[in-house]
């Protein structure tokens, strides 16, 4: 009875192992195909509308902010996070209003360099900045100024699409 008991045990233990891995694995995937630090909100993705942003993050945790522009709207999110003072998200100002950039403060440069290579590896385009294409999502163009992660995703009609094509 013994031996029967260890075995029920072990085997449990294992399908518990099994069905946590399983979890994390999938959360990792699910910030891999968003190809954003796990410290943004997962529900976060490029394209999302300004409205479903809102009802994400909530609207009192956000702000919008003054730009000079009339072709993008700017929010931004401080955070508690000590090496992310503040996030910057930035829609397109027309049609559905899709979220196509993100900027990540750290900081310092350190931080930020640091968080693109977790995130992407060696860079992989002009030295400096990575280009990332992952079936089903949009191609994202990433780089670090000074201390931001910016993270663009490729939206037809955003203000980075003629960048994206002269390659």
Do not use: H
């Not at 994390?24 to 699910?30: E, I, L, R």
């Not at 410290?39 to 993705?45: F, R």
């Not at 072709?71 to 508690?80: A, E, G, I």
Request: glycine share 4%; with cysteine.
């Amino acid at each position: 009875m013994k031996k029967k008991y260890n075995t029920i045990t072990c085997l449990l233990f294992i399908s518990l192992f099994l069905c946590n891995t399983s979890g994390m694995a999938q959360n990792k995937t699910s910030n891999a195909l968003n190809v954003l630090p796990s410290e943004i909100n997962s529900e976060i993705y490029f394209g999302m509308n300004l409205a479903d942003f809102k009802n994400v993050i909530g609207s009192d945790l956000v702000l919008e902010t003054k730009n000079d522009t009339d072709f993008r709207l700017v929010y931004s999110q401080k955070t508690t996070i000590p090496e992310i003072p503040t996030v910057v998200y930035y829609f397109d100002n027309e049609q559905n209003k899709p979220l196509y950039e993100i900027i990540i403060n750290y900081q310092n440069e350190e931080q930020a360099k640091k968080a693109a290579t977790l995130l992407f590896g060696q860079p992989n385009f002009n030295q400096t900045e990575w280009r990332i294409k992952i079936q089903g999502f949009p191609e994202i163009w990433s780089w670090v100024y000074k201390n931001k992660l910016i993270v663009v995703a490729k939206i037809y009609g955003s203000e980075w699409i003629d960048e994206w094509n002269k390659e």
